[in-house]
Structures are given as C-alpha cells and as structure tokens.
C-alpha cells in the first residue's frame, strides 16, 4: 500500500510517501481502506516530535480517518467487511489501509460522505466534549470562542450553538470572521483588533461564561480578562506556541476555574462516553445542525503540503486527505 512515513522527526519536508506492506490486525482491531483522513494540528507536532503521544520511528502520521472495513482481527463483534466507517487512531490515517481498534470504529449512517465524516471526530469530539463534560455549558450561557476559523475552534463555535449558547467568535482575518458567522456565532471579532477585550466586555457586560482557547498566549490573557464570575476557561491547545502562565489570584477574585482539556485520553479512560459524543455529532450531521467545514482536498502525496497550509496558517476549517 501507499502511506506517508515519517522516518525522523525532522519536520514536514522530511516525509516521505512509501511503499508499505499491508497491515495485518491483531485481536480486537479492524483493518479499514482509507479513503479520506482529516488533518490535525497535532499532526504537525507529531512529525517533528513535539506531540504528547510519540510513536517509534518510523511510523505514518494521520489521527481520524473514514473508509469501509477491508478485514477483522479475533474478537470483533458488531463489525462488517463492508462496513462504512470513521475511526480515530493514534498514527496511522496518511495511507490506503489503517489499522483501528473496533472501540474507536464507529459505523457511518448513509449521507454522510467520505470528507466529511474524516474531517469532524477530533474536532468536533473535542469541542463538544470539552464544553459539556468539563465546563458544563448551558443554554442561554455566554461562549467566547478563540482560533474560530480552525478546525476545532469552528466546532466549538458549532458544537456551542447546538447547546444553546450565544457564540462570540474571534478569528484572523474578515473571511474567517465571515466563516464563523456562517457557522452560528452571533458575534465575530478580529483577534488582532487592538479593542478586543473593550469590544468583547460591550458584548458581554458580565463577562463571558466560558471561553474555548485553542490558541493560548495573548487570546488566554484575553480570556482572562473578560470571563465571568464562576466563569470557566477551556485549555484546549496553543497554537500560538505560547503556553500560557496562569495568575491564579485572578481566578480566585473571579471564582473562575482553568481548566484543561485532551480529548484523547478519554479514548482510552472512557471509550464509550467519546463513541456516544461521536454518535450523537454524526446525528446531528444527518439532521443538519452541524457542518464540518471542509475548506480543501489534498490527494494522499500532498501530505506534505497540507500540514504546511496547516502551519503557514493558510487554512481555514478542515483540510482532508483523499486516498
Ligand atoms: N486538547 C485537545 O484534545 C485538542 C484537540 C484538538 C486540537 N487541539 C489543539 O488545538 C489547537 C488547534 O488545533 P486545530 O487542529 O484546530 O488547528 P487549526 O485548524 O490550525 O486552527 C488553529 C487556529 O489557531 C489560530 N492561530 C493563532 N495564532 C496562531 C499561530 N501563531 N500559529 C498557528 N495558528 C494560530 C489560527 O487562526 P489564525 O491564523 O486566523 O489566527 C487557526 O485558525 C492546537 O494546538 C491543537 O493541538 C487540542
């Protein structure tokens, strides 16, 4: 078969697209024919070894993937060759077939095509996972939403309307603003407005309830200084490449909680509550009321390019990956 390998963690332009013996699976795994894998920031940090999960070199890159089952290891039940699915895996969705665990496969409802169901587990599974199981939002809450043109900060805007929040998105750039507004922010603010904490406050006099921050350094401090009383900010991931240093005197005169996020270790700590949280997004792609935004489509040797639009911060929403 035809992957990306990653053979040293020197960086994008070091990937290399081989040709790979296809993988065999062991108990409890499923064997899928990629057709579409969804590109990932962490993808960028994994190829150079900067992500939290470091895989042995060489390994293929790529977390979320959609496709049919090509062939079952011992010991899957509910699980057929045939089947159309999407999967998150720890490495492995740049190539033509990608080994899953059956816990983290789950079976695609007609409808929902291929780029589609690759682009949406992470980020849309982050963002709803984030502001219900860790900041409790509810309806009729405030929702400040940082990075809202990215992938994960796209769902959060969409994942935060599904549960009846007023979305305050920020974003670089009028169209990315334009995107978000799209996707149900009732208010969008350019990040890099000198203004933004003034304009923000006239938003939201009380201070926001929760704010989703995938971008860290100055957007946190911003979040800071808008949230609102028992107000909770959401750590969700710094592409910035600041790692935020936390006053915690501020959180105590506010009640405000920090609180971290990473949706993968629920994969492992509690595999069901994030297959019904994948279920439930993939209803609501079906009804209608959630929208992956897949904004380009690379063919598998564009890997490269793809995580490099990724960087450059040329991309907006989700950029897929056809097999
Ligand atoms: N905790 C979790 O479980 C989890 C899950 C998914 C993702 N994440 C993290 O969330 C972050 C976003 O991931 P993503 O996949 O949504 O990435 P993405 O699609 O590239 O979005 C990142 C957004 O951050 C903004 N940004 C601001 N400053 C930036 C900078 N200096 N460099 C790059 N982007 C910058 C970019 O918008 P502008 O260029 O318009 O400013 C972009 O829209 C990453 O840190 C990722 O690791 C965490």
């Given at each position: 078969?035809?992957?990306?390998?990653?053979?040293?963690?020197?960086?994008?332009?070091?990937?290399?697209?081989?040709?790979?013996?296809?993988?065999?699976?062991?108990?409890?795994?499923?064997?899928?024919?990629?057709?579409?894998?969804?590109?990932?920031?962490?993808?960028?940090?994994?190829?150079v070894g900067r992500y939290q999960e470091k895989p042995p070199l060489p390994f293929v890159p790529g977390m979320e993937l959609a496709g049919e089952v090509d062939a079952l290891g011992h010991g899957v039940d509910g699980l057929e060759v045939g089947d159309r699915v999407v999967a998150v895996v720890d490495h492995g969705a740049f190539a033509e077939f990608a080994l899953a665990r059956a816990q983290d496969v789950v079976r695609?409802?007609?409808?929902?095509?291929?780029?589609?169901?690759?682009?949406?587990?992470i980020t849309y599974?982050?963002?709803?996972?984030?502001?219900?199981?860790r900041a409790a939002l509810k309806e009729g809450e405030t929702l400040l939403v940082h990075g809202a043109g990215g992938g994960t900060g796209l769902?959060?805007?969409?994942?935060?309307?599904?549960?009846?929040?007023?979305?305050?998105?920020?974003?670089?750039?009028?169209?990315?603003?334009?995107?978000a507004r799209r996707h149900g922010a009732a208010h969008v603010l350019d990040a890099e407005d000198p203004a933004l904490v003034h304009k923000i406050r006239e938003l939201a006099p009380?201070?926001?309830?929760?704010a989703f921050d995938t971008?860290?350094?100055?957007?946190?401090?911003?979040?800071?200084?808008?949230?609102?009383?028992?107000?909770?900010i959401l750590v969700i991931g710094f592409a910035s490449g600041q790692v935020p240093q936390i006053p915690a005197n501020i959180l105590l005169v506010k009640n405000a909680a920090a609180i971290g996020f990473y949706w993968g270790s629920y994969r492992r700590r509690a595999p069901r509550q994030?297959?019904?949280?994948?279920?439930?997004?993939?209803?609501?792609?079906?009804?209608?009321?959630?929208?992956?935004?897949?904004?380009?489509?690379?063919p598998l040797s564009k890997v490269p390019q793809a995580l490099s639009d990724l960087t450059g911060r040329r991309a907006r929403g989700k950029l897929v990956i056809r097999t």
């Open positions: 078969m035809r992957a990306i390998l990653c053979r040293s963690f020197d960086g994008i332009d070091a990937l290399e697209l081989a040709e790979l013996p296809l993988p065999q699976p062991a108990e409890g795994e499923v064997r899928v024919r990629v057709r579409a894998a969804g590109v990932n920031f962490a993808d960028t940090l994994a190829v695609l409802p007609d409808g929902v095509d291929d780029a589609t169901a690759a682009a949406f587990p599974g982050t963002a709803l996972g984030a502001l219900r199981w769902a959060a805007v969409e994942c935060g309307c599904l549960l009846g929040a007023r979305v305050i998105a920020t974003a670089r750039g009028a169209d990315r603003l334009v995107l009380r201070g926001v309830d929760v971008v860290g350094g100055a957007m946190f401090d911003v979040s800071l200084k808008t949230i609102a009383w028992e107000g909770r994030v297959r019904h949280g994948l279920e439930e997004i993939l209803d609501g792609i079906v009804a209608g009321r959630l929208h992956p935004e897949v904004s380009q489509v690379y």
